[in-house]
């Protein structure tokens, strides 16, 4: 069956401090990775989209890359707006739906 | 541009109701999918509609069942509710299944 695994559950960071999340997915015939950003309360608000190995999206204090086997999201000199649960989602051929990993939730203390 | 948008925002009914929620895509998107959330969870899959028919089924029972409107949006119906349905139910558009989801800010249901 495939997976989709993110770590760390929770991560607890000072503001300016620099992390990465990762997500790791075990499934054939990946069509695309996905970055979300959720709020307490709120629906995902899209980040990012990889298709392939190597590739690499960047947006303010993001930056997400892949491999064959995983993505991470790094987060550069954090603040505490940065603040929320960021949620990894796989799409593979033949199929439509996306399927989440549980999330990381991320606390940027000032 | 008005994004996806879902009503109501919040939700209780009694164990063994049914309940109604609706979404409407964002401008330009034609196909329609239904997540649920619970708590400390990641979304999953309900449905997908796609040209007024369900397209793609997730593991979920026939009591959650849906429809798809010509001007694209959508309702998710669930019958004789349990208490294990209490969630944030997440509606998700895009344009013909094929690019990047975007989200409402979900209908939270509780079951009491």
């Known amino acids: 069956e495939d997976q989709v695994t993110q770590s760390p559950e929770a991560l607890r960071l000072q503001e300016g401090e620099s992390s990465s999340l990762n997500c790791s997915y075990t499934v054939s015939g990946l069509r695309g990775l996905f970055w979300y950003r959720q709020d307490p309360g709120k629906g995902p608000e899209f980040l990012f989209t990889l298709y392939s190995a190597g590739e690499e999206k960047e947006k303010e204090r993001l930056k997400a890359t892949l491999t064959k086997k995983e993505s991470f999201l790094h987060i550069t000199a954090p603040k505490p707006e940065d603040s929320a649960t960021y949620l990894c989602?796989?799409?593979?051929?033949?199929?439509?739906?996306?399927?989440f990993g549980a999330g990381t939730t991320v606390t940027v203390r000032a | 541009d008005a994004g996806v948008t879902q009503s109501p925002t919040h939700l209780i009914k009694t164990r063994g109701q049914q309940v109604t929620l609706r979404c409407s895509p964002k401008s330009g998107h034609d196909t329609v999918s239904w997540y649920q959330q619970a708590l400390g969870q990641g979304p999953q899959f309900i449905f997908q509609y796609y040209e007024e028919e369900e397209r793609q089924r997730g593991n979920f029972p026939d009591r959650f069942s849906g429809h798809q409107f010509p001007n694209y949006s959508s309702e998710l119906n669930v019958n004789a509710l349990l208490l294990g349905d209490s969630a944030l139910y997440l509606c998700a558009s895009s344009f013909r299944g094929n690019t990047e989801a975007f989200f409402g800010q979900g209908t939270r249901l509780t079951v009491v």
């Open positions: 989602a796989v799409k593979i051929s033949n199929d439509y739906k996306l399927s």
